[in-house]
């Protein structure tokens, strides 16, 4: 059956506007290069290392705003300790946002990313959300594109690796009152890493978290900021400590509907082929992975729906079978099978299923170009 023409959200329909391409963007971040570069040996260590998020690169792209002049100072500059103040308002108030996106190497040396337009207006949403300021898309990409440039060499060729490229910006006014930050620094650094899983999709447990939550309606929940990462990090200890790996909160009128994991959307696959996932509430995250799945899905001609989903349904329906499968996805792990749900009052497994193999495949073989794209999704940064 075919789904009901999608109207594309306001992330969906500015990723979808054209970009120029990278040598025309090119530049507008100039190199200074770093006078200290990783040794060979460091170098060889990190790369045959590639653990994701702890190693970062030679450099780093740079550009400040100022409310008196914007965004200036555009630079790609040595990677190192930040000089700042301790009265720096980030500090003390958390203004801050940031982005994940990666760069990958195809088998022809070329490095190319995904949807990057999709990151430039949620860094710009989650902005506006802060009251740090918004900043050209094409700034968003060069910025992109001039540091990968920079650091070509630390992009990883391994089978599923990719540089797990960070963009954020943060209040560093040194002014300890509370007001929207006059000076705001943006930054981008990578870190090389390897792929998520090892052998293939392995499943993780996840806890149903019902004491916490970490957005509320008209908060922050659909803004990337770390904040909503410090609130899920308690559950998260609790969850660990009970042999689950992360947790999934649940809305916070009723505590009855799955919004999201502290940093992945889900989705639930049902026997009859039908597939599921929370609709958008302005509480969780327009995940950019959860916007090309359910394209792919729709335009399959699947039954696609984004609605509330309850809880007691999914457990019961794992139960009776009705429900086949349950997976996360973001762009670090890309798509993760949920094997086992757990919380206070149930303790549910099932199996990795071939849709979440299947859309693993799918997705993955778009972005290393062993696919066709036809949704103009892949971008050449060099
Ligand atoms: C980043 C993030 C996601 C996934 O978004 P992608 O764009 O797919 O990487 C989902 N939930 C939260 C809370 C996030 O921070």
């Given at each position: 059956?075919?789904s009901?023409?999608?109207?594309?959200t306001?992330?969906e329909?500015?990723?979808?506007?054209?970009?120029?391409?990278?040598?025309?963007l090119?530049?507008?971040?100039?190199?200074?290069?770093?006078?200290?570069p990783?040794?060979?040996?460091?170098?060889e260590?990190?790369?045959?290392?590639?653990?994701?998020?702890?190693k970062f690169t030679?450099h780093?792209?740079?550009?400040r705003?100022?409310?008196?002049?914007?965004?200036?100072?555009?630079?790609?500059?040595?990677?190192?300790?930040?000089?700042?103040?301790?009265?720096?308002?980030?500090?003390?108030?958390?203004?801050?946002?940031?982005?994940?996106?990666?760069?990958?190497?195809r088998a022809?040396?070329?490095v190319?990313?995904?949807?990057?337009?999709y990151?430039a207006?949620?860094?710009?949403?989650?902005?506006r959300?802060?009251?740090?300021?918004?900043?050209r898309r094409?700034?968003?990409?060069a910025?992109?594109?001039?540091?990968?440039?920079?650091?070509?060499?630390?992009?990883p060729?391994?089978?599923?690796?990719?540089?797990y490229l960070?963009?954020?910006?943060?209040?560093?006014?040194e002014?300890?009152?509370?007001?929207?930050?006059?000076?705001?620094?943006?930054?981008?650094?990578?870190?090389?890493?390897?792929?998520?899983?090892?052998?293939?999709?392995?499943?993780?447990?996840?806890?149903?978290?019902?004491?916490y939550h970490?957005?509320?309606?008209g908060?922050?929940?659909s803004?990337?900021t770390?904040?909503?990462?410090?609130?899920s990090l308690?559950?998260q200890?609790r969850?660990?400590?009970?042999g689950?790996?992360?947790?999934?909160f649940?809305?916070?009128?009723?505590?009855?509907?799955l919004?999201e994991l502290?940093g992945?959307?889900m989705?639930?696959v049902?026997?009859?082929?039908?597939v599921?996932?929370?609709?958008?509430?302005g509480?969780?995250?327009?995940?950019?992975?959860?916007?090309?799945?359910?394209?792919?899905?729709?335009?399959?001609?699947?039954?696609?729906r984004?609605?509330?989903?309850?809880l007691?349904?999914?457990?019961?329906?794992?139960c009776?079978?009705?429900v086949?499968?349950v997976?996360?996805?973001?762009?670090?792990?890309?798509?993760?099978p949920?094997?086992?749900?757990?919380?206070d009052d149930f303790?549910v497994?099932l199996p990795?299923?071939?849709?979440?193999?299947q859309?693993?495949?799918?997705?993955t073989?778009i972005q290393?170009?062993?696919?066709?794209?036809?949704?103009g999704?892949?971008?050449?940064?060099?």
């Amino acid at each position: 059956m075919a789904s009901i023409q999608h109207i594309p959200t306001e992330l969906e329909a500015s990723a979808d506007l054209a970009l120029p391409a990278a040598d025309e963007l090119a530049g507008r971040f100039p190199l200074t290069p770093n006078p200290a570069p990783a040794s060979p040996e460091t170098y060889e260590d990190i790369m045959s290392t590639l653990a994701f998020g702890r190693k970062f690169t030679d450099h780093m792209a740079h550009m400040r705003w100022t409310r008196e002049v914007g965004w200036t100072d555009h630079g790609v500059i040595a990677y190192g300790p930040l000089n700042l103040v301790p009265g720096a308002s980030v500090f003390h108030y958390s203004q801050s946002v940031f982005e994940g996106i990666k760069a990958y190497k195809r088998a022809d040396g070329s490095v190319w990313t995904f949807r990057p337009g999709y990151n430039a207006a949620r860094i710009n949403h989650s902005a506006r959300r802060l009251a740090l300021p918004e900043m050209r898309r094409e700034d968003f990409v060069a910025s992109l594109v001039d540091y990968v440039r920079a650091d070509l060499k630390w992009v990883p060729e391994a089978e599923g690796a990719s540089l797990y490229l960070r963009p954020f910006m943060f209040a560093s006014e040194e002014f300890v009152g509370i007001h929207p930050a006059g000076v705001v620094d943006y930054y981008v650094i990578g870190s090389p890493s390897g792929r998520y899983f090892k052998n293939g999709l392995s499943g993780v447990a996840i806890w149903v978290e019902h004491e916490y939550h970490r957005a509320g309606p008209g908060g922050t929940g659909s803004a990337k900021t770390g904040g909503n990462y410090a609130a899920s990090l308690l559950p998260q200890i609790r969850a660990e400590a009970r042999g689950f790996s992360q947790v999934c909160f649940l809305d916070t009128w009723e505590g009855r509907y799955l919004e999201e994991l502290g940093g992945m959307n889900m989705f639930v696959v049902m026997a009859d082929g039908t597939v599921r996932t929370p609709e958008l509430s302005g509480v969780i995250l327009e995940g950019c992975t959860r916007s090309a799945i359910l394209r792919m899905l729709r335009e399959e001609g699947g039954d696609v729906r984004e609605e509330k989903i309850v809880l007691a349904d999914v457990i019961e329906g794992i139960c009776s079978g009705a429900v086949a499968e349950v997976f996360a996805c973001g762009t670090a792990a890309m798509v993760t099978p949920i094997t086992r749900l757990g919380s206070d009052d149930f303790d549910v497994e099932l199996p990795v299923g071939d849709k979440t193999r299947q859309i693993h495949r799918r997705l993955t073989d778009i972005q290393w170009g062993r696919a066709a794209d036809p949704y103009g999704w892949t971008y050449r940064l060099a």
